[in-house]
């Protein structure tokens, strides 16, 4: 996410307030200029209970298993440690995917865009798509930052968006599966979040807010911490995501912020240490990074075919992968020949039914075409240029695997991503 992501399609998630829950506040929310009220009020409402233990979980995007291993990070702080499988798909299935426990095809969240004519927001565009010409102008990335701006705005769109490459012609008739906050009460409704939960659970808890500079997060969870005002909380951090999508492979680069991360971390332990609460801290990732080792033009090869995008088939390339929907007999068997010298597969149908992607109505698509590690497409919907690192490759490979770092033993059943979500709700038996 960041910088990087605007390229690759990932998500930065920038700007905006903390999410701060007690049962006694309406929804759990607090805007930013509660802050000083509820940590004061947490901090009296948790006197007398403070035996109860803190669990504070750190997310650490693209904090992979190999990259915990290569900068040895707070290995003597957080000794117990496992590589986790990532969830198939990007940040924007990864987040949900924690945040609820369920898989895609429950939370319903996969990728960023996907088919869908009938139930499009971006309907009203398609009067104005034809406007937006040259093409060239609208693909340049200021442009394309403004006007995802103005998309936002004009929609009242509260999570993460961006337009990337899609052409704008297209727009009308996509869906944007981001349109609001996934981290507050109610963002993944009717699926229930992290903060639904720990609501539910009545305890103290504190999201991150994604929108706010991850330095600010740290420094509030600390300070949360050190008062011993929360039961439950969430630091989330995304900044080494665009780090190494730019610079994977750096050290020169990719230390100093491990160590910046290992600095921060080693804070919040001793603030939690300093409440004289009991506590555990584990920081976690939803995936490593692939290094890029070639570029594959999904475009060119469709425009080679001849169909028509939105009458024979229609499509959305993503970095990593292409996702289609059939729309007219033989649209199929020619896009998997155009494909066919591509260094990668097809998604079987049992492999979208183990990564939790399989849904009746198709609406992740009818068919999927994954690139091999270190692979990508480009151009593709998500911007026009490769980066030096990506993820979204099969979960089993090496380079895509995420990690789990904590004080405390790692519970049974964490193999997956989506087995944070059972851990951080698990109530003390
Ligand atoms: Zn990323």
Known sequence: MGKGDERSGIGTRKEGCYYTGLPSLVNGVASAGQEGRIARVNAKKTEGRN??????????????????????????????????????????????????????????????????????????????????????????????????????????????????????????????????????????????NLADVWTEQGLA???????????????????????????????????????????????????????????????????????????????????????????????????ATGLQWGRDYASAVDSTMARFWWLAPGAEEKVRAAFAPFPGRWLSEEEWRSHGLWREDRKFGDALFLLDPGVQFCPSDMGVKPLNGMHGYDPSDEDSLAAWLSTDPVPDGVARVCDYFAVMTALPS
Not at 90 to 95: E, G, N, P, Q
Not at 98 to 117: D, N, S, V
Not at 130 to 159: D, E, H
């Open 51 to 192: 035996d109860r233990p803190v669990k504070a979980y750190v997310f650490v995007d693209a904090l992979g298993w190999k990259q915990a291993r290569r900068y040895v990070f707070l290995e003597d702080l957080l000794p117990h440690r496992r590589a986790v499988e990532m969830q198939f798909g990007y940040s924007c299935t990864a987040i949900p995917t924690i945040l609820t426990g369920k898989r895609p095809c429950e939370h319903g969240h996969f990728a960023f865009y996907e088919w869908a004519p009938d139930r499009s927001p971006f309907r009203a565009m398609r009067f104005a798509a034809p406007f937006l010409r040259p093409k060239s102008f609208w693909s340049r990335g200021r442009v394309r930052n403004v006007l995802s701006r103005l998309v936002k705005r004009t929609y009242g769109f509260t999570g993460y968006f961006q337009l990337y490459g899609i052409p704008p012609e297209r727009l009308p008739y996509l869906d944007y599966c981001e349109k609001n906050d996934m981290f507050v009460p109610g963002g993944l409704a009717p699926v229930k």
């Open 205 to 303: 808890w504190h999201i991150s807010d994604w929108r706010r500079p991850e330095a600010e997060n740290f420094a509030r969870a600390e300070a949360l911490f050190r008062e011993g005002a929360v039961d439950r909380a969430f630091v989330y951090s995304a900044a080494f995501d665009a780090l190494q999508h730019d610079n994977v492979g750096r050290d020169d680069v990719l230390r100093p912020k491990v160590n910046a991360y290992a600095a921060s971390v080693r804070r919040l332990h001793a603030a939690l240490l300093e409440s004289g609460r009991p506590f555990s801290l584990t920081v976690f990732s939803d995936h490593g990074m692939t290094p890029l080792r070639a570029t594959e033009n999904a475009p060119a090869a469709l425009a």
